[in-house]
């Protein structure tokens, strides 16, 4: 799936790539037509300093092109096999999982010449390098950082970050960073005593952290689907199945290995350079330097309940009762995350299911038998005194350890095929617990999923909630609005390239302007989580960070005053302008 979300753009750390297909004139990043461009001698160069690690890039869809020099049916048809699959992307120097963020410039064809993302006339466009990178530094040591960033700033080069590419067009490929050392006494230099920890190099991904920690019978916070990787997620915010309770990701974060743009390498944490160990912490990892590594939290296996919700709409009931039944269920959710109760639900309607429906999967940790049971009272009541409106059922399953559970995951999840856009908010806890019960019901039918599919072959949109939020305050770049809010709601809509770009426009219009202002409008205060978001999104620098922008731009400034690293809707994006083709150019500025 590729989502036109933060999620689609450069977050994530990783392989230092050198964008090379921009338009070079005056203010902008130089090309490879001009003549500022470094000569073929030059990159050799570059690669020869960093032991043989410049790739130049082919895009993995190519072997499908019988007009390009690498066409071979036989590894298009692995291509088209694994394009689904976040685990081939994440693992390729070039590839995204997102690839609406490279033009769609060259993805995999069937022979009759339809993409597969379902454009028919993809054999016909053809492939080309589009928004891709034209080299890829793969980088094992901070060398290799350092060296590219002095080749990209002398020959003013565009230099974006990438690791999993889950985040985007990104580039800087840190992703064999997989170094592990686990701390059973680590000690953080503002602290007393000592704590379990574990340093991680910037390419781990989720399951791979899992998987290190329970060697240590241990844990880390992580997200919700194994690809990710851990830096861009934690850096940005991040939330997961363990963050209600241990911390956000960005909370998680003790220390951190930092390359600057100048090229310096540094240690970052509450004693030393805290400026920037602040602004990582929240303010996203990919614009104030390239991170190598992170030491993160640790804290003993636990154990964990699973609690398990279903409600379906009975036939008859509209849209209007079944929104009005889901904000009542809504204003119960603050009492259960005080009590340790977090999870992940989401909303559907017809085609994908029969009727408005709702599931969602719900944690515990540590607790004793029968405390699901107990906390979840009050839901399953209001639930029993509405079986005329709906039909509802409850699981609760005790899991011994949380690597048990992590065990039972998915390993990569479905990408690259549909194209998604959506809106999102923070929603505070005053607007589910107070008293206008009615704005927030009518706010969830206007975005969530209609009771009848729509006839114009416009796809119905999901609606989904994250209740994984701590509230304990951390002093980091976190958009303090997260401290106060009990959900975050997503509503998705999702299509793909067979759908008539006029049909694509509504959808964009609709989910930018109406769906996404009718979020404000519920809870105009409040903000957005960067890397789920539209990334269209009004404002962002107000909906992201909050109050903590001011001093997030003053440190890019600081560190990064030439905008060396740049990504969209990062700290300091505002002064430059990526065109269709990924040039990069900076702003006018009159003054």
């Given at each position: 799936m590729t989502f036109l979300t933060k999620m689609g753009f450069p977050y994530v750390l990783g392989?230092?790539?050198l964008m090379t297909n921009l338009v070079a004139a005056q203010d902008c990043k130089c090309s490879p037509s001009e003549a500022c461009w470094?000569?073929?001698?030059?990159?050799?160069?570059?690669?020869?300093?960093?032991?043989?690690?410049?790739?130049r890039s082919v895009p993995p869809g190519s072997v499908c092109y019988p007009a390009?020099?690498?066409?071979?049916?036989?590894?298009?048809?692995?291509?088209?096999?694994s394009w689904n699959s976040s685990a081939f992307h994440s693992s390729d120097p070039i590839s995204i999982d997102s690839p609406v963020w490279a033009n769609n410039s060259c993805n995999p064809i069937y022979p009759n010449g339809t993409s597969v993302a379902g454009d028919p006339n993809a054999g016909e466009t053809g492939c080309s390098i589009g928004a891709y990178p034209v080299y890829v530094v793969n980088t094992t040591e901070a060398n290799d950082v350092q060296v590219a960033l002095k080749f990209a700033k002398k020959w003013n080069v565009r230099l974006n970050i990438k690791n999993t590419g889950h985040n985007g067009?990104?580039?800087i490929w840190t992703h064999n960073l997989k170094q592990f050392q686990f701390?059973?006494?680590?000690?953080?230099?503002?602290?007393?005593?000592?704590?379990?920890?574990?340093?991680?190099g910037a390419g781990m991904q989720d399951g791979e952290l899992f998987e290190a920690m329970a060697a240590h019978n241990a844990i880390g916070v992580g997200g919700t689907n194994k690809d990710v990787g851990v830096v861009g997620w934690a850096t940005g915010g991040g939330h997961g199945f363990m963050t209600g309770v241990y911390g956000m990701g960005a909370d998680?974060?003790?220390?951190?290995?930092?390359?600057?743009?100048?090229?310096?390498?540094?240690?970052?944490?509450?004693?030393?350079n805290a400026d920037i160990f602040w602004a990582i912490r929240g303010g996203g990892g990919g614009t104030f330097g390239i991170i190598l590594s992170l030491t993160v939290m640790a804290y003993p296996m636990p154990s964990v309940t699973l609690w398990g919700l279903s409600i379906a709409a009975k036939n008859g009931t509209s849209a209007s009762a079944w929104y009005n039944l889901i904000a009542r269920v809504h204003t119960l959710l603050p009492q259960l995350q005080d009590q340790g109760f977090h999870g992940y639900y989401s909303l559907i309607g017809p085609p994908a299911a029969d009727t408005l429906t709702l599931g969602g999967s719900f944690f515990l940790w540590n607790a004793t038998n029968g405390t699901a049971e107990r906390i979840t009272a009050p839901v399953q009541a209001l639930l029993a005194a509405a079986n005329d409106t709906v039909t509802?059922?409850?699981?609760?399953?005790?899991?011994?350890?949380?690597?048990s559970l992590v065990q039972a995951l998915p390993s990569t999840e479905h990408v690259g095929t549909v194209t998604s856009i959506a809106s999102s908010r923070l929603i505070s806890r005053g607007v589910l617990m107070g008293d206008n019960q009615t704005l927030f019901a009518q706010t969830l039918e206007k975005i969530g999923p209609a009771a009848v599919a729509p006839s114009d072959g416009t796809p119905n949109p999901s609606l989904s909630g994250t209740m994984t939020?701590?509230?304990?305050?951390?002093?980091?770049?976190?958009?303090p609005a997260w401290r106060d809010a009990a959900i975050h709601l997503i509503t998705t809509q999702t299509w793909d390239d067979s759908l008539a770009k006029a049909q694509v426009k509504q959808i964009l219009d609709d989910m930018t302007y109406s769906k996404l202002n009718a979020l404000r409008e519920l809870d105009p205060g409040s903000g957005a989580y960067l890397n789920e978001a539209n990334p269209f999104e009004p404002g962002w620098q107000w909906s992201f960070f909050g109050p903590n922008y001011a001093r997030l731009r003053q440190i890019k400034d600081k560190y990064d005053p030439d905008g060396t690293l740049w990504c969209p809707q990062c700290v300091g994006s505002e002064d430059w302008a990526q065109q269709e083709d990924g040039a990069l150019c900076r702003v006018y500025q009159p003054f």
């Amino acid at each position: 799936m590729t989502f036109l979300t933060k999620m689609g753009f450069p977050y994530v750390l990783g392989a230092v790539a050198l964008m090379t297909n921009l338009v070079a004139a005056q203010d902008c990043k130089c090309s490879p037509s001009e003549a500022c461009w470094p000569s073929i001698s030059e990159w050799d160069s570059l690669n020869d300093t960093i032991s043989g690690h410049l790739i130049r890039s082919v895009p993995p869809g190519s072997v499908c092109y019988p007009a390009q020099p690498n066409y071979n049916a036989e590894a298009c048809n692995l291509v088209l096999a694994s394009w689904n699959s976040s685990a081939f992307h994440s693992s390729d120097p070039i590839s995204i999982d997102s690839p609406v963020w490279a033009n769609n410039s060259c993805n995999p064809i069937y022979p009759n010449g339809t993409s597969v993302a379902g454009d028919p006339n993809a054999g016909e466009t053809g492939c080309s390098i589009g928004a891709y990178p034209v080299y890829v530094v793969n980088t094992t040591e901070a060398n290799d950082v350092q060296v590219a960033l002095k080749f990209a700033k002398k020959w003013n080069v565009r230099l974006n970050i990438k690791n999993t590419g889950h985040n985007g067009s990104g580039r800087i490929w840190t992703h064999n960073l997989k170094q592990f050392q686990f701390h059973d006494n680590f000690k953080s230099c503002n602290t007393i005593g000592t704590q379990l920890a574990a340093t991680i190099g910037a390419g781990m991904q989720d399951g791979e952290l899992f998987e290190a920690m329970a060697a240590h019978n241990a844990i880390g916070v992580g997200g919700t689907n194994k690809d990710v990787g851990v830096v861009g997620w934690a850096t940005g915010g991040g939330h997961g199945f363990m963050t209600g309770v241990y911390g956000m990701g960005a909370d998680n974060i003790l220390e951190a290995t930092i390359i600057t743009p100048d090229g310096t390498l540094l240690t970052a944490n509450a004693c030393k350079n805290a400026d920037i160990f602040w602004a990582i912490r929240g303010g996203g990892g990919g614009t104030f330097g390239i991170i190598l590594s992170l030491t993160v939290m640790a804290y003993p296996m636990p154990s964990v309940t699973l609690w398990g919700l279903s409600i379906a709409a009975k036939n008859g009931t509209s849209a209007s009762a079944w929104y009005n039944l889901i904000a009542r269920v809504h204003t119960l959710l603050p009492q259960l995350q005080d009590q340790g109760f977090h999870g992940y639900y989401s909303l559907i309607g017809p085609p994908a299911a029969d009727t408005l429906t709702l599931g969602g999967s719900f944690f515990l940790w540590n607790a004793t038998n029968g405390t699901a049971e107990r906390i979840t009272a009050p839901v399953q009541a209001l639930l029993a005194a509405a079986n005329d409106t709906v039909t509802s059922s409850t699981f609760s399953l005790y899991i011994p350890t949380f690597d048990s559970l992590v065990q039972a995951l998915p390993s990569t999840e479905h990408v690259g095929t549909v194209t998604s856009i959506a809106s999102s908010r923070l929603i505070s806890r005053g607007v589910l617990m107070g008293d206008n019960q009615t704005l927030f019901a009518q706010t969830l039918e206007k975005i969530g999923p209609a009771a009848v599919a729509p006839s114009d072959g416009t796809p119905n949109p999901s609606l989904s909630g994250t209740m994984t939020i701590s509230k304990k305050p951390v002093d980091n770049a976190l958009n303090p609005a997260w401290r106060d809010a009990a959900i975050h709601l997503i509503t998705t809509q999702t299509w793909d390239d067979s759908l008539a770009k006029a049909q694509v426009k509504q959808i964009l219009d609709d989910m930018t302007y109406s769906k996404l202002n009718a979020l404000r409008e519920l809870d105009p205060g409040s903000g957005a989580y960067l890397n789920e978001a539209n990334p269209f999104e009004p404002g962002w620098q107000w909906s992201f960070f909050g109050p903590n922008y001011a001093r997030l731009r003053q440190i890019k400034d600081k560190y990064d005053p030439d905008g060396t690293l740049w990504c969209p809707q990062c700290v300091g994006s505002e002064d430059w302008a990526q065109q269709e083709d990924g040039a990069l150019c900076r702003v006018y500025q009159p003054f």
